[in-house]
């Protein structure tokens, strides 16, 4: 009896033992135990499955329009971590656009370049910047964690460079909208103003944000002159059209933007939209458009460029030199004059 129980309080030691070492070596727990953590809360993700060869192919359309996958998804994943919304419409996908010869988007006027899927969208907006109203937009943007190509005019650049750098801040793309906002297509405009027209703008944009913006054209009331197109094309600008136009500037009320995009958008089923940052309707719109984008199941796809334009040294000269006086202060009027009495 005594040798059988003896046996017995063996045999349970040695299980005891044989359970303790599996515990502090082979268990998932162990590491976490030995570092004096609780091991975090996880789900095992399934393996992802390869992508079909036919579906990496229709990944890009067209050579100038390269779909990176890296950066898409460095970018989801930044705006994932920095993004305090959990259900902001965010940015689908990240395309980088090889500018050389001058590519044109839109199927308004160019037809070639069909790189969006269904129900995916690219949100523009020209003539900024603006006091109060490009903020507005900035805030809405950031506030759905998403991005736009903003094609600021010129003059506009050098009236308020501080708005410029902000929208360059909160990570859109940047292009140019000509010096002045010319018609490029009126007979009154020369060969050599529309050029004019064209690099000042871009030289100024570069000016105000102390960088040079990528290679995006729009021309002004989408009046593409033939010459000018094809100038475009010999300095790798890529020129931008539209899919749909918002006519925010008719508009008489908010209501009435979102109502014009999506009708024309939902006929579409995607698109690139125009929209004017410089207007205060549509700033006032945008939060409504955003969320009934996002309940109509609509990406946001964000355009960059893969190269910086490359300005001519000329018009950048000629910009500083027709600057005034010099101020030794860059900072913003609401940092230097505030009304303390009204």
Known sequence: MRSAAGLIVASLVAAVVIAAVWFWTASPHAGALHAGLSAPATVAAAQAEALPATAA????????VEVTASIADQAAQQSKAACANPDALGVSRVVEIDTTGGPGFGFEHFKQLDFLADKEVVLTFDDGPWPANTPSVLKTLADECTKAVFFPIGKHAGYHPEILRQVAAAGHTIGA?????ANLNAKKITEQQAKDEIEKGFSAVKLALGAAPSPFFRFPELQHRPSAVAYLGTRNVAIFSCDLDSFDFRANNPDQIVQTVMTKLDKLGK??????DFQKHTAEALPTLLRRLKAGGYKVVQMKAKAPVQTLAEYDADLIKDMKLPVASTRPVSSVVQTVSQ
């Open 57 to 64: 192919k229709a990944a890009a359309t067209h050579d100038d």
């Open 177 to 181: 909208h000509t010096w002045s906002h």
């Open 271 to 276: 698109g690139i939209i125009l929209m004017h």
